[in-house]
């Protein structure tokens, strides 16, 4: 099945430490996105890639950061100087088209990180 | 991109029709209106996305005014499926740095 993946669902961590998020997507999809999403609230776009070994920062970049060594690959690493970094956080990727346009996004399931 | 402004809640009894409006009035000619749901606690859903005409697919209507100011997003018949939050957004149409944006959108419940 074509579709796009993120692991672990649930993920704790101890204040100070790093952890990476993980994100799949198998839909040879060029863009890949990330995305926080705190209580009650939409989503605030973290970093996102339009083509191997480039990404860009997005609205609230600071204290994360990412690499796309690999198509299919866009992991999150969230550092320790993340102030707050309990959230839902949301891997999406798109295509394009021959016009350069983007496509709607597919999302993944996200992955919920509380850190203690 | 141009804002979007959603109403924070609406409700629909099951098996009519719910809907959600959503107002756009700085969108650019090149923007797209796209509509996106989110399911408690999953990933949001793509649904539907149209430029100047009214579209349709299996899962919901889009109606785009003509002057493209607003739109509506009608779920024919409601299920109680479809209690999400909704997001309307829009897009421009080339590639280049297009993020797209989503705000806090519409919450929908749908109740027996």
């Known amino acids: 099945d074509g579709g796009i993946t993120q692991s672990p669902k649930y993920l704790f961590r101890k204040e100070g430490q790093n952890v990476t998020l993980s994100c799949e997507q198998n839909l040879n999809h060029d863009a890949m996105y990330w995305y926080r999403q705190d209580p009650g609230q939409g989503l605030r776009l973290i970093y996102y890639?339009?083509?191997?070994?480039?990404?860009q920062k997005g609205d609230i970049a600071e204290g994360y950061s990412v690499s796309r060594e690999k198509k299919e690959s866009f992991p999150l690493t969230v550092t320790s100087a993340q102030k707050n970094p309990t959230a839902f956080y949301l891997c999406a990727s798109s295509d394009r088209t021959g016009d350069g346009h983007y496509n709607e996004q597919f999302f993944g399931p996200g992955t919920r990180l509380t850190v203690l | 991109d141009a804002k979007t402004t959603q109403p924070t809640s609406m409700d629909c009894a099951e098996g009519r029709a719910a809907n959600l409006p959503c107002n756009h009035s700085?969108?650019?000619?090149?923007?797209?209106v796209y509509w996106y749901r989110q399911i408690h606690s999953q990933g949001p859903q793509y649904i539907i996305h149209g430029l100047k005409n009214n579209e349709t697919n299996e899962m919901a209507s889009l109606i785009i005014t003509e002057d493209r100011k607003s739109s509506t997003l009608i779920l024919p018949h409601a299920t109680l499926r479809d209690t999400a939050v909704y997001y309307c957004i829009v897009r421009v149409v080339a590639g280049g740095s297009y993020i797209p944006t989503f705000g806090r959108g519409t919450s929908l419940i749908v109740h027996p």
């Open positions: 700085t969108i650019s000619g090149n923007e797209y």
């Open positions: 890639s339009q083509i191997v070994n480039d990404f």
